[in-house]
């Protein structure tokens, strides 16, 4: 992406992770010759992408005009971050978006919750929870203690807190030049969460009661807290529809409105989401996303509200493969059919063959040179095929197909013109 397209849409800490590259070839030279570069920033114009959704973004105010009003995708792809590596933390991960342009209402929060927590339960994940928090919110209690012109230094402090805990938050807000009263009191809220969610975890409740019991004690909270903020009230009151809406995707038991919630990155303006896991084998987040309907704007006339999930790839991969979810009889086969060659003169037809094979919808894979056919049966089972088809002398003079189950042993002589993709099913 261009440089300009990326910066100034994380905040400064994003900003210092973005990888950038270095003008290149006769454009790098002239400007060096000519002394345009002057420092650093001047040396650079583009960048690996930091995430996926600035650059859809982009997109979507480019193509406004082409798109439906209301837009959804999905994009798995890679992107960058010059971050140090740690277990489930990389330089280069894939994302897993799923974004809903075009619509203001809390529906959309709803259903992008019920769809994570739908993938999530499908991949065998039992004990997670979908932490859900509103920027206004945040901007409410931040108001009353933080100058306006510190605050998003704040805010990427504060969404550090699971790993720096509150005595970590309250000594870095003190760095920055935030007053120790303002920075105590901050530190005093997030302690009264912990004890309210310890409180909350209590008993013999089930986990859907024990969220609702930790809800409604921080709606209580917080409604006291933004009752003199217009924009806090609006917050709060978009917590209540998302649960509501939530309700009826019967995604209640899985969110945890927590006030403590930050997410660093700077576009969002509403609803903000991370998933957790509650047994303790992972503290970061395995997904996370919210509301940005500021972003489009940036990139043309119009602002155009957005929200959207992230999954970490790598990470739900790493806990999965920890914690022994991948089932015992994974299909990890290359093909459903390895076909022989016999002879360098009938490679031909073991072409012809796997193309026609490929018409009847198999993945197919052809034995790379002629061989012996007990090597060739050899790597089939090698790799996992289950099926072989063979063409040796006599099936090419009489126009038939052997075909091999390697699991059972079994063959079968079919006439090719009547080999069809049920004989490749146990």
């Known amino acids: ?75 798995i792809q890679p992107v960058w971050r010059a971050d140090r590596p740690a277990r489930g933390r990389y330089r280069e991960f894939y994302q897993c978006d799923v974004d809903a342009i075009g619509s203001n209402s809390m529906i959309v929060e709803a259903e992008l919750c019920s769809a994570v927590s739908e993938i999530l339960e499908r991949l065998g994940f039992e004990d997670f929870e979908i932490k859900l928090n509103h920027r206004q919110i945040l901007q409410s209690i931040l108001d009353k203690k933080i100058r306006p012109e510190k605050q998003k230094e704040v805010i990427t402090i504060i969404d550090k807190l699971d790993k720096i805990k509150v005595e970590g938050v309250l000594s870095n807000l003190i760095e920055i030049g935030v007053s120790e009263e303002s920075a105590k009191s901050l530190a005093y809220l997030f302690t009264k969460l912990e004890e309210l969610y310890k409180e909350a975890q209590e008993g013999y409740l089930s986990r859907k009661e024990k969220l609702e019991h930790w809800n409604s004690a921080l709606v209580e909270l917080v409604t006291k807290k933004v009752e003199s903020h217009d924009q806090g009230k609006v917050g709060l009151q978009q917590i209540r529809q998302i649960r509501e809406y939530a309700f009826k995707h019967s995604v209640t038991d899985r969110i945890r409105f927590d006030v403590s919630l930050a997410r660093g990155l700077s576009y969002y303006t509403g609803a903000i989401f991370e998933v957790v896991l509650t047994n303790g084998d992972f503290s970061g987040s395995i997904a996370g996303g919210g509301r940005y309907d500021g972003l489009i704007g940036m990139f043309g006339k119009e602002e155009i509200p957005a929200v959207g999930f992230s999954l970490g790839l790598e990470r739900i991969l790493l806990i999965m493969e920890e914690r022994g979810m991948f089932p015992d009889d994974l299909t990890t086969n290359a093909a459903d059919v390895l076909v022989t060659v016999w002879n360098e003169e009938s490679a031909g037809e073991s072409l012809k063959l796997a193309n026609e094979l490929r018409q009847k919808d198999l993945r197919v894979m052809v ?60």
């Not at 650093?40 to 997109?59: G, H, K, M, S």
């Not at 090698?382 to 088809?389: P, S």
């Open 1 to 75: 992406e261009n440089l300009s397209t990326l910066t100034n849409k994380y905040g400064e800490e994003g900003d210092q992770l973005m990888f950038k590259i270095l003008k290149r070839g006769e454009k790098l030279a002239k400007e060096l010759e000519e002394g345009k570069i002057k420092n650093e920033n001047e040396l650079t114009d583009l960048a690996l992408r930091y995430d996926l959704t600035v650059p859809l973004a982009r997109v979507v105010a480019n193509y406004k005009n082409d798109l439906p009003k209301f837009f959804k995708r999905y994009q």
């Open 367 to 426: 034995y790379p040179q002629a061989d012996k056919l007990g090597k060739q049966f050899k790597y089939a089972d090698q790799i996992d095929v289950e099926y072989v088809c063979v063409l040796g002398e006599s099936e090419l003079a009489e126009n038939t197909v052997q075909v091999k189950n390697m699991k059972t042993g079994e063959q079968e002589n079919v006439g090719r013109d009547k080999l069809s993709k049920e004989h490749f099913s146990s």
